[in-house]
Every structure is written in structure tokens, then in C-alpha cells.
């Protein structure tokens, strides 16, 4: 019995020793769990008070270490609950604003727009942004250039716009000034291609090319030949008036003779009862003819009977000069006398151009119409069409048709 004592003693003084030691294992461990509670709700408010920062909340007040001690158990998961929620809101702040960093580059029209996971993604994050950000950043530049060459080009057009103006949501009412100058030069410019279309085709340069290629050497082409128009107007001018000149002298000389050509027509005048006793020595049995009378100034019969010359020709201004004018004379046989008459030569009548009318071989040429009356000389236009391929020349003969004297008649 007594050895069993001593056992049993024994025995529990080995568990005694053993309690004691495990106790002191226990109280330890408890030590390092209390350590690194302390130490983990340190970090939960670290974690905390970096989530507040900017972000206009204070959780890390409500999550301080004295907060998240191991006395105050109960209360963690309320406490930490707090943490999570905004940890929660962080993610979705993050998430929206990469979708819309995503949004900005679409509407940018951005080229190889990055994943919706780069702009979420820690490791990717930085370089999506600076993709974007780059992009902006370039079409911002180009926005203000675009705008400071519109300002440029409006007022070089003498329109006033403003970079502000163009950057505001009225941006469209600014650029509808530039557009209305736009339109009225773009009408402008069409009526001066009109104009020097119709000036190319009066001036005989044909139909000008006036696309953006070929405009400067199609307006030079119609300078030049206004300026070779002038040139010719010119000389033109100077012949023009060599011919007055000329005709000038002529006229004088006439003139000369017309108080010899008045004497002359006084005594004619005394001469009319000698005309009138010579119709009746017309005739050898000395009997007027019943259809006989006297040609008048201006009838029918002394028309029919006037024939003159084309004396000059001016091929470079189109127009022929005859011998025929308002002092032209027909005569009219009477007996071994002749009856000088005035068949009246006006302007606007046609006359018939002949060719070797006094002998065999006639030929038709044309037609003329005389625009002007001299004196001794008209100036008559050919008609066009009249000759065919044949060539009025001087010295042909020119008459009125049965035709234009009726006309004249009328």
C-alpha cells in the first residue's frame, strides 16, 4: 500500500510538473496571439486611414486599434464590416472609372482601345491610362490646331472668329459666319468664271479651263488676247483714220467741184424745155411712143438702169467700197441726148455682184448690202452666204435686182 502511495505521489507530481510547463507553453502562445492582434488592427486602420484619403469618408476613426483590441470580440464583426463595405465602394469607384476612361477613348475615336480588364488590373493599369491619356492629350492637340487654322483661314477671309467661341457649345453659330463667306466668295467666283468664260468666247480664245490646275494660265490666255484685241483696235484706229484722212481730202476736192457742179445743174435746169422738145425727135416719123416718159430722181426705171465698180476692198474689217453714192447719175437715152438722172443710193438696199458682165462669159458672185453713203462712194457689207466658194474681188460689177428696186419702191 505504501508503494502504491509513493506511485501515485509520484505521478502527480509528473503531472503537476507537466501542467506547470504546458502553463507556461499556453501563456506564451497567448502572448504572441495578442501580439499579433495588436498588430493586425494596426494595419486595419492603416488599410483603413489609406482609403479615406481623398475619398471624403473617415472609417479609419471608427476602425482605430482600441477599436479592434481582442477585449472588444463582439464587437469585430460589426467593426470590420465597416472596412469591407468601403473596400467594396473603392472596387466600384475603380470599375466606373474604367469604364469610363473606356468611354473617353470610344468617343475619341481612339485606335486600339485597351481591354476594360487593363483599366482594372494593377499590373495593367498604368500603361491603359497612359495609352489613353496620350490619346486625349493628342486630340487635344489637334482640336486647338484644327481651331487656330480655322480662326487663321476666317480672318484671312475677313471673318472674326475666337478659339473660346469655337470651344463652347455654340460653337455651331461661330462657324455658320465662316460658312456664309465661304458661300458668297464660292458665288463670286463662279460669277467671275461666267464673266471670263463669256470675255474668253467674245474674244475669240475659246472656252476657258478654270479648274484650280489650269486657272492662272487660263486667265493669262484671255489677258492676252484682250491684250492682242487692243492691239489690233489700235491699228484698226490708226487705218480708220488714215481712211477719214484720205476720204477727209477727197470730200474737200468734191466739195471743190460742187459750186461748178451747181452752175452746171442751173443751166441743166433751163435745158428742161429742150429735154421735153427732144421726145419728139425720138422717133424718125417724129411721133412720141405712147410708153415713153421722162426717167424722174429716184424712179424705178433710172434703178434698174445704175451699174458701178467694187474700187476697194478691206478684208481684215470684212466690208467692200463701190463707186456708187448719193451723186451717182444714170443717163437715159434720148434720141442723140442723154438724160443725166439721180437714182437715189440709200443705205440697207441689196445689190447683185457680176462678173464679166460685158462679156460672154458672166458669172453670179454674191450679194452686198450697203450700210453707208458717200458722196461719191459706198461702203457695203457681203452677205453672208451669198458667194458660196467663190471670192468677191475689185473691178467686179455690182446692179440692183428687180427685186430690191421693188423693195426700195415700197
Known amino acids: ?10 505521478l502527480i507530481l509528473l503531472l503537476a510538473i507537466a501542467s506547470a510547463v504546458f502553463s507556461y507553453f499556453l501563456f506564451e502562445k497567448r502572448e504572441q496571439m495578442v501580439k499579433g492582434w495588436e498588430k493586425m488592427a494596426v494595419i486595419v486602420n492603416q488599410t483603413s486611414a489609406e482609403l479615406d484619403k481623398g475619398s471624403g469618408t473617415n472609417i479609419a476613426k471608427l476602425l482605430s486599434p482600441e477599436l479592434l483590441c481582442h477585449e472588444k470580440y463582439a464587437e469585430l464583426d460589426k467593426n470590420l464590416t ?9 472596387v466600384q469607384q475603380r470599375d466606373d472609372m474604367g469604364t469610363t476612361i473606356k468611354k473617353i477613348a470610344t468617343v475619341t475615336e481612339m485606335k486600339n482601345i485597351p481591354n476594360s480588364d487593363d483599366f482594372m488590373k494593377i499590373d495593367a493599369y498604368a500603361v491603359a491610362k497612359k495609352n489613353v491619356l496620350d490619346w486625349v492629350t493628342e486630340s487635344k492637340e489637334r482640336q486647338d490646331g484644327t481651331i487656330k487654322m480655322v480662326c487663321d483661314t476666317a480672318s484671312r477671309l475677313g471673318v472674326s472668329l475666337t478659339a473660346d467661341a469655337l470651344r463652347t457649345p455654340e460653337y ?7 460658312d456664309t463667306k465661304i458661300m458668297a466668295v464660292q458665288s463670286r467666283i463662279g460669277s467671275y468664271n461666267d464673266c471670263f468664260t463669256q470675255l474668253a468666247q467674245t474674244l475669240g480664245s475659246g472656252s476657258p479651263d478654270l ?12 489677258s492676252d488676247a484682250a491684250h492682242k484685241v487692243k492691239t489690233d483696235l489700235s491699228s484698226a484706229q490708226s487705218s480708220l483714220q488714215k481712211a477719214n484722212n484720205q476720204l477727209a481730202s477727197a470730200q474737200s476736192a468734191v466739195k471743190g467741184k460742187d459750186s461748178s457742179i451747181q452752175n452746171l445743174q442751173k443751166d441743166l435746169k433751163g435745158r428742161d424745155d429742150q429735154i421735153a422738145k427732144l421726145k419728139l425727135i425720138i422717133n424718125p416719123t417724129g411721133t412720141l411712143k405712147d410708153d415713153f416718159k421722162l426717167w424722174t430722181e429716184g424712179s424705178p426705171e433710172a434703178r434698174m438702169a445704175v451699174q458701178g465698180k467694187i474700187i476697194d476692198i478691206n478684208r481684215k474689217y470684212g466690208f467692200v467700197v463701190v463707186d456708187l453714192g448719193t451723186n451717182t447719175k444714170v443717163e437715159q437715152p434720148i434720141g442723140n441726148k442723154v438724160n443725166p438722172v439721180n437714182p437715189k443710193i440709200t443705205s440697207n ?22 450700210v453707208k453713203v458717200h458722196d461719191n462712194c459706198s ?6 452666204g451669198s458667194t458660196g466658194d467663190r471670192e468677191v474681188k475689185i473691178g467686179d460689177t455690182v446692179y440692183l435686182s428687180s427685186d430690191a428696186v421693188a423693195a426700195m419702191s415700197k
Open 349 to 370: 438696199i441689196d445689190l447683185v455682184v457680176a462678173r464679166g458682165l460685158e462679156g460672154d462669159n458672166t458669172q453670179y458672185v454674191g450679194r452686198i448690202k450697203i
Open 172 to 178: 455651331s453659330s461661330e462657324l455658320r459666319k465662316l
Open 379 to 384: 461702203i457695203a457689207n457681203v452677205i453672208p
Open 82 to 90: 465597416q472596412l469591407t463595405q468601403q473596400a467594396q465602394k473603392v
Open 211 to 222: 479648274s484650280d490646275n489650269s486657272y492662272s494660265s487660263s486667265i493669262k490666255s484671255i
Open 1 to 10: 500500500m505504501k508503494i502504491v502511495n509513493i506511485i501515485l505521489s509520484i
